[in-house]
């Protein structure tokens, strides 16, 4: 389902992954990703409503319709990459021991932040981006618990298909890789059932794009390969030329935070499950400490079940 330009236009201004020993986080970028959605949150997610994101499309699948669904039914189809619809409005109210299961998280837009230059000033505004990347960008499987904390409930992520690879490109060609995630997710919400209307949000951890194992085309790497660019000894002697270098040669694995909101809209009580749209934002990938990261914002729709 395609999203409207002036909606996110509107929303813009209104263990795969084990770390290596050098870990950084970008803790003023970190803060700077809260204040944008505590911000701009509410505005994104009610400019969804508003555009229908939510709403089930011509072809909209039940989960017991993907369910019935056999492999070649599914196959090349991007069936795989999309999550079920929830058809209702009752309410749900977890128990003490209920789990949130079967989550799945399906990117629906995408937007960069971009420094843009009109009048001889320039100001940060988020663009709107295309996905390059093949239909597997949905997260999938995500299970985790539910608490409740001072009359309302809180999730904490624990497993799943929880991370996806994902580049998006901009409007002048410049693609930008990140690690689409909820790793570690801890989402409260005010009030003490699922219904439509409820919201909840929280920070997660964002690992690095690439692991340590990974080697840049020079032979590079944070865990194993060469500690500098074999063909240019003279530049990285220590001396001189070092200090230019050392982003390129100085491989780490930075783990970032990033934020979601999520807002239930549909809530279906006979097979306990509830669906709703979201908005998170992240930082991208840094290519193991080299690049300056960028925002990236994300759009879409969530399904979940409550396993009481």
Same mark, same amino acid.
């Given at each position: 389902?395609?999203?409207?330009?002036?909606?996110?236009?509107?929303?813009?201004?209104?263990?795969?992954?084990?770390?290596?020993?050098?870990?950084?986080?970008?803790?003023?970028?970190?803060?700077?990703?809260?204040?944008?959605?505590?911000?701009?949150?509410?505005?994104?997610?009610?400019?969804?409503?508003?555009?229908?994101?939510?709403?089930?499309?011509?072809?909209?699948?039940?989960?017991?319709?993907?369910?019935?669904?056999?492999?070649?039914?599914?196959?090349?189809?991007?069936?795989?990459?999309?999550?079920?619809?929830?058809?209702?409005?009752?309410?749900?109210?977890?128990?003490?021991?209920?789990?949130?299961?079967?989550?799945?998280?399906?990117?629906?837009?995408?937007?960069?932040?971009?420094?843009?230059?009109?009048?001889?000033?320039?100001?940060?505004?988020?663009?709107?981006?295309?996905?390059?990347?093949?239909?597997?960008?949905?997260?999938?499987?995500?299970?985790?618990? =539910?608490?409740?904390? %001072?009359? !309302?409930?809180? /999730? &904490?992520?624990?497993?799943?298909?929880?991370?996806?690879? #994902? +580049?998006?490109?901009?409007?002048?060609?410049?693609?930008?890789?990140?690690?689409?995630?909820?790793?570690? =997710?801890?989402?409260? %919400?005010? !009030?003490?059932? /699922? &219904?439509?209307?409820?919201?909840?949000?929280?920070?997660? #951890? +964002?690992?690095?794009?690439?692991?340590?194992?990974?080697?840049?085309?020079?032979?590079?790497?944070?865990?194993?390969?060469?500690?500098?660019?074999?063909?240019?000894?003279?530049?990285?002697?220590?001396?001189?030329?070092?200090?230019?270098?050392?982003?390129?040669?100085?491989?780490?694995?930075?783990?970032?935070?990033?934020?979601?909101?999520?807002?239930?809209?549909?809530?279906?009580?006979?097979?306990?499950?509830?669906?709703?749209?979201?908005?998170?934002?992240?930082?991208?990938?840094?290519?193991?400490?080299?690049?300056?990261?960028?925002?990236?914002?994300?759009?879409?729709?969530?399904?979940?079940?409550?396993?009481?």
């Amino acid at each position: 389902m395609k999203i409207a330009v002036a909606t996110l236009a509107l929303a813009a201004s209104a263990s795969a992954f084990a770390p290596v020993s050098t870990v950084q986080s970008s803790t003023k970028l970190d803060m700077s990703l809260r204040d944008d959605l505590a911000q701009f949150g509410k505005v994104a997610l009610a400019g969804a409503v508003a555009i229908g994101i939510s709403a089930a499309p011509a072809q909209a699948l039940t989960k017991n319709e993907l369910n019935s669904l056999s492999y070649l039914q599914v196959k090349g189809t991007g069936l795989a990459n999309r999550c079920a619809e929830v058809i209702g409005e009752g309410s749900i109210k977890p128990t003490k021991d209920a789990r949130l299961v079967d989550m799945c998280i399906e990117p629906k837009a995408w937007a960069v932040e971009e420094e843009i230059g009109k009048g001889g000033k320039t100001e940060k505004k988020f663009v709107n981006s295309k996905v390059m990347t093949r239909q597997t960008y949905t997260l999938e499987g995500i299970e985790g618990t =539910l608490k409740s904390d %001072g009359g !309302g409930i809180v /999730f &904490k992520e624990k497993e799943g298909i929880d991370y996806a690879p #994902t +580049t998006v490109q901009l409007p002048g060609g410049e693609r930008v890789p990140f690690l689409f995630t909820v790793k570690d =997710l801890e989402a409260k %919400g005010k !009030g003490g059932e /699922f &219904k439509p209307g409820f919201q909840m949000g929280g920070d997660f #951890t +964002t690992p690095s794009y690439r692991t340590g194992l990974f080697l840049d085309p020079k032979g590079r790497g944070g865990t194993t390969g060469y500690d500098m660019a074999v063909a240019l000894p003279g530049l990285q002697s220590g001396e001189n030329g070092d200090d230019d270098m050392f982003a390129e040669n100085n491989k780490t694995f930075d783990v970032t935070k990033g934020r979601i909101e999520m807002e239930v809209n549909q809530v279906n009580n006979e097979d306990s499950e509830i669906g709703g749209v979201f908005v998170a934002t992240q930082l991208s990938d840094t290519d193991m400490g080299s690049k300056v990261p960028k925002k990236i914002l994300t759009k879409g729709i969530f399904y979940a079940k409550i396993q009481q």
